[in-house]
């Protein structure tokens, strides 16, 4: 067996299309969408995703505005920034790039972001109204993992999920998203003991734990869809992800890569995001 590979350039390609649509019709309606982005430090990872999401935004139709702090910044700078951006009618998103400076309080950062700019879905309200089904708007990483299941007709109502991990970013929220659509989910982690027995009896195998190959192809269950959500780079500067791609594939039914699985489907439901923000804005106006 050769696992279908599940192509999130392609998805991606498509869905940003449709975006692009959605936003040129809010553009000629009075209501260009419009997503900030603030990042502190030099991290170099950091400044590719951010380069990332700007050209996306770009490319959509989204006008992005960037600012940029030192390392040593003052976090009542940023939090002051953030205050403006809060105020301004003609900002719809509100990013914050992770991880930053040791000296800032990430959450009390996150929690600063109106929940209505809220378009990482990082604020507690918005998780709070994922978990109760309410509209919310939905940590980009799970989203895209959503579209790719949906893109390739998996059927989730009575399957048996399981989730290595449970980060707030990824592990929670994409359980959550998993329980909603009627799946069985099993959340794992560092502390679960014969991690093997879930995997390998999983239809649907996400790994988002943040360790190189770390689920091998005798992890997993014959036929099962398998979604890399991990990035992690190698000594000799290559990507892999948390999934030792090469034997997986000939064991799955279906499996995203590393890179162009997850990656480019992050970057377009923060787009999505962004544009339903201005579409809820442009009906409130």
């Not at 995703?49 to 600012?67: D, M, P, T």
């Not at 972001?113 to 799970?142: M, W, Y």
């Not at 359980?175 to 794992?188: D, I, P, R």
């Not at 036929?223 to 000939?250: E, H, M, Q, T, Y």
């Amino acid at each position: 067996m050769t696992a279908r590979i599940i192509d999130g350039n392609a998805l991606s390609a498509k869905l940003r299309g449709e975006l692009a649509a959605k936003a040129a019709e809010l553009t000629a309606k009075g209501t260009q969408p419009c997503l900030a982005v603030i990042l502190v430090g030099g991290d170099s990872a950091s400044a590719v995703y951010v380069r990332n999401k700007v050209a996306g935004c770009e490319k959509a139709g989204i006008k992005s505005l960037k600012f940029e702090y030192p390392q040593d910044a003052a976090p009542a700078d940023v939090l002051g920034k953030i205050a403006e951006l809060n105020a301004d009618p003609s900002v719809h998103g509100i990013l914050v790039q992770l991880p930053l400076p040791k000296h800032f309080d990430e959450k009390a950062v996150l929690e600063a972001i109106s929940v209505e700019k809220d378009v990482d879905g990082f604020h507690a309200e918005n998780v709070g109204r994922l978990s109760q089904g309410q509209e919310a708007f939905i940590p980009c990483t799970p989203n895209g993992v959503m579209e790719m299941l949906k893109s390739i007709e998996t059927p989730l109502r009575g399957a048996e999920a399981v989730v290595i991990g449970r980060s707030n970013i990824v592990g929670k929220p994409m359980a959550m998203l998993l329980t909603a659509a009627g799946a069985t989910v099993t959340v794992c982690h560092s502390g679960t003991r014969d991690l093997n027995f879930h995997t390998r009896r999983a239809d649907i195998l996400v790994a988002a734990i943040g360790k190189p190959k770390f689920v091998t192809g005798d992890m997993v269950r014959p036929g099962a869809v398998v979604i890399d959500v991990g990035i992690n780079r190698l000594p000799d500067g290559k990507l892999c992800g948390d999934v030792d791609f090469d034997s997986a594939k000939d064991v799955a039914g279906a499996i995203t890569p590393v890179p162009g699985g997850v990656g480019p489907m992050t970057i377009t439901m923060l787009l999505a995001n962004t544009v339903e923000s201005a579409s809820r804005a442009a009906r409130k106006a």
